[in-house]
């Protein structure tokens, strides 16, 4: 009788299956059941949005005075670079302030393209300034680098590798409370005004690695479209480039669900969880908007924190250069020419909203298919052509797949796994895209 009973059961479920809502919700990958197995948790069920408050407009960081004074703050720190201080975004902020009577300090030697030194400094600088508030203006390294100062100042008796991101520091959770941060971004790419993510390049292993943890991402995101109007024009192309491989790789990445281990406990699910279908939404959108305008995330980290002599157009720093976009795209036709093993039709289809005409396209092409319309796309804005022309040689191919190693939080969520030789095979593809 018990196994009579098992049967009947299994053909209920079946017939529920069959007969259950076909909206994008339920019926795509994400439908699948909690990922439980007979001897426990394997595979997470869940995922978490987990982002700032964002206020958008244009003039809107006029405001960032009331917003401050409405906190209450007496004390503030204002964190920029040398470059931004000079230009009117930073002026704006100010002049908001002192009309606001809000008390602050500047903070202007943010380093492009942080590192763990320059995370420091400002670390110090905190933690002297006692500081009640934050207002970070600039873009992804210097809202990074003042989420990394209000953590540490919050936290003055932790190691600096304590909250950093395992293998190479200890990723304990937040546990302390942190002071408000409003970021201003002036660039369009990073996102960094909505995330609990702040990235470094870690000098003694000459690789980029993160703080990661919803506790340390901003209160408040005032996104002024005036600012962008400041960007060089590579800037502008390297922003957009990140938008371009966060939007791919969001899309075409593991699915929540499929992300092990599952948490014992919520707060030690990461930020980075896989794809569901609220990123999706904006996934596809960001794509769309970036083949339309753009013309007129694990294997880029070693890129820019190995470079060597080779400073970017229109970046006007006293050190080398990969800019974070500009060594994220130039892996990227490689890359998605490897994942598409899995999920090959999302391949296809964020390849036809680039330009292609996929209707022909055979689903086992899709890697290739996408790869190309990256080359055709990268080639029409005037892209180095591939990591040689910013420096590298095949002789450093073993030290960036040792760079790569180490970033399990992206490259974790890579729809299929990859060795070191298939990271190898990748670096030397992506040597010369044209």
């Known amino acids: 009788?018990?196994?009579?009973?098992?049967?009947?059961?299994?053909?209920?479920?079946?017939?529920?299956?069959?007969?259950?809502?076909?909206?994008?919700?339920?019926?795509?990958?994400?439908?699948?059941?909690?990922?439980?197995?007979?001897?426990?948790?394997?595979?997470?069920?869940?995922?978490?949005?987990?982002?700032?408050?964002?206020?958008?407009?244009?003039?809107?960081?006029?405001?960032?005075?009331?917003?401050?004074?409405?906190?209450?703050?007496?004390?503030?720190?204002?964190?920029?670079?040398?470059?931004?201080?000079?230009?009117?975004?930073?002026?704006?902020?100010?002049?908001?302030?002192?009309?606001?009577?809000?008390?602050?300090?500047?903070?202007?030697?943010?380093?492009?393209?942080?590192?763990?030194?320059?995370?420091?400094?400002?670390?110090?600088?905190?933690?002297?300034?006692?500081?009640?508030?934050?207002?970070?203006?600039?873009?992804?390294?210097?809202?990074?680098?003042?989420?990394?100062?209000?953590?540490?100042?919050?936290?003055p008796h932790s190691d600096f590798l304590d909250y950093v991101s395992?293998?190479?520091?200890?990723?304990?959770?937040?546990?302390?409370?942190?002071?408000?941060?409003?970021?201003?971004?002036?660039?369009?790419?990073?996102?960094?005004?909505?995330?609990?993510?702040?990235?470094?390049?870690?000098?003694?292993?000459?690789?980029?690695i993160g703080i990661t943890s919803r506790a340390i991402k901003p209160t408040l995101g005032l996104i002024d479209p005036l600012h962008t109007l400041h960007m060089p024009a590579r800037v502008v192309a390297n922003s957009g480039f990140d938008v371009l491989c966060h939007a791919l790789e969001s899309y075409t990445t593991l699915p929540y669900h499929l992300r092990s281990p599952?948490?014992?406990?919520?707060?030690?699910?990461?930020?980075?969880?896989?794809?569901n279908p609220i990123s999706d939404i904006w996934a596809i959108h960001a794509l769309r908007i970036v083949a339309k305008y753009l013309k007129s995330h694990g294997m880029s980290y070693p890129i820019s924190g190995l470079v060597k002599m080779y400073k970017a157009k229109d970046y006007n720093v006293d050190h080398p250069l990969v800019p974070h976009g500009l060594s994220v795209v130039l892996t990227s036709p490689a890359v998605f020419t490897f994942t598409a093993q899995m999920f090959p039709e999302r391949h296809l289809e964020m390849a036809e909203i680039l330009g292609a005409d996929t209707r022909t396209a055979r689903i086992q092409d899709a890697g290739l298919v996408l790869a190309d319309t990256l080359r055709k796309f990268l080639f029409d804005l005037d892209v180095d052509d591939g990591l040689a022309a910013v420096g590298y040689s095949k002789a450093d191919i073993p030290a960036l797949v040792k760079g790569t190693l180490p970033q399990e939080r992206v490259t974790k969520l890579a729809p299929c796994p990859q060795s070191e030789e298939d990271l190898a095979a990748l670096f030397e593809a992506s040597m010369k895209l044209y």
């Not at 790419?189 to 292993?205: C, K, M, N, Q, R």
């Not at 599952?262 to 794809?275: D, E, K, L, V, W």
């Open 1 to 155: 009788m018990a196994a009579a009973a098992r049967a009947r059961v299994a053909y209920l479920l079946r017939q529920l299956q069959r007969a259950a809502c076909q909206c994008p919700t339920h019926s795509h990958t994400y439908s699948q059941a909690p990922g439980l197995s007979p001897s426990g948790k394997t595979t997470d069920y869940a995922f978490e949005m987990a982002v700032s408050n964002i206020r958008y407009g244009a003039a809107v960081t006029k405001e960032v005075g009331m917003d401050l004074k409405n906190m209450g703050a007496k004390n503030v720190c204002l964190m920029t670079d040398k470059n931004l201080s000079k230009l009117p975004p930073v002026q704006v902020a100010m002049d908001s302030l002192v009309k606001n009577g809000i008390p602050f300090t500047v903070y202007d030697n943010v380093r492009v393209e942080p590192t763990d030194s320059s995370f420091m400094e400002a670390i110090e600088f905190a933690q002297k300034g006692a500081f009640d508030a934050y207002v970070a203006v600039g873009g992804g390294s210097t809202m990074d680098t003042c989420k990394a100062a209000n953590l540490y100042a919050s936290s």
């Open 166 to 208: 395992a293998p190479i520091g200890k990723g304990k959770p937040v546990s302390v409370p942190l002071k408000p941060l409003i970021a201003v971004p002036t660039t369009s790419g990073t996102g960094s005004e909505t995330t609990g993510v702040a990235i470094f390049d870690y000098e003694h292993l000459k690789v980029k």
């Open 262 to 275: 599952c948490p014992s406990n919520p707060i030690t699910r990461p930020a980075y969880q896989g794809s």
